[in-house]
């Protein structure tokens, strides 16, 4: 998603002190988690695979709000494992149950933009914006005069 004038934003935000940063930071940590728990209930509800995907959906901490998803532990049956190959892990899912697949039967069917990732945070974007803009005013607000 995109937020108008983040980026020149963020770039003011360099000469400001620390504590505006680490206050920014704080704030997005906030936004994000609540985005995150809005995915994870998305992808809870979308398909089998997704569900498993969904526990990895967490908060990052960064300027920005952000989100991220996957990882290395183990999803579903281990069935691989028994015929000698790797485990699955929930990254090998991600991408199959979110944007879906054709050949696949374990996956939905492909859709635009995809089935719950993306889709979420399009349908959250104005309240996102909203939400990082007035964190943004806030930090200005107190640090921005020079206190």
Known sequence: MKITGARETLAAFRKLPK????????ANTRI??????????AAETANG??????????????RVPSVQAGGKKRAGKQARRSR???PTTVSDLIYGSNFG???LKQFPKPTQPDHWFFDTVESNQELIE???LKAVDDVLGKWGSGA
């Open 49 to 62: 695979q997704s569900a498993l995907v969904a526990p990895t959906v967490k908060a990052k901490r960064d």
């Open 19 to 26: 504590d505006a940063t680490v206050a920014l930071r704080d």
């Open 84 to 86: 000698g190959q790797r």
């Open 32 to 41: 994000s988690q609540d985005l995150a728990l809005r995915i994870r209930l």
């Open 101 to 103: 697949a054709n050949f």
């Open 130 to 132: 909203r939400q990082w």
